[in-house]
């Protein structure tokens, strides 16, 4: 949709702190729960939750178990977030 994609992924563990520069990014939690940390703080995003993090942003995803996540964002970002499976 308007050069956006809706991508279905599946995330476990840790990725690395980074933030995205040009765009911001959503993240829908389908099943499972996933953690966003900052450097301020942290955020749990759960089941039916959703967050929009505006671009700049510094972040670290995570998720204990397996969980499900649909991201939306501009189909030029090449995903590798926090897809440890």
């Not at 990725?15 to 099943?31: A, L, N, P, Q």
């Not at 499972?32 to 749990?44: L, N, S």
């Amino acid at each position: 949709m308007n050069d956006y994609q809706f991508k279905l992924i599946k995330i476990a563990g840790e990725f690395e702190w980074h933030s995205h520069e040009e765009t911001d990014k959503v993240f829908m939690v389908i099943e499972g729960e996933m953690i966003i940390d900052f450097r301020d703080g942290q955020v749990k995003v759960s089941k039916g939750e959703m967050i929009v993090l505006p671009k700049g942003v510094e972040m670290k995803p995570s998720a204990d178990k397996e969980c499900h996540i649909m991201l939306v964002e501009p189909k030029s970002i090449v995903n590798n977030d926090a897809t440890k499976q």
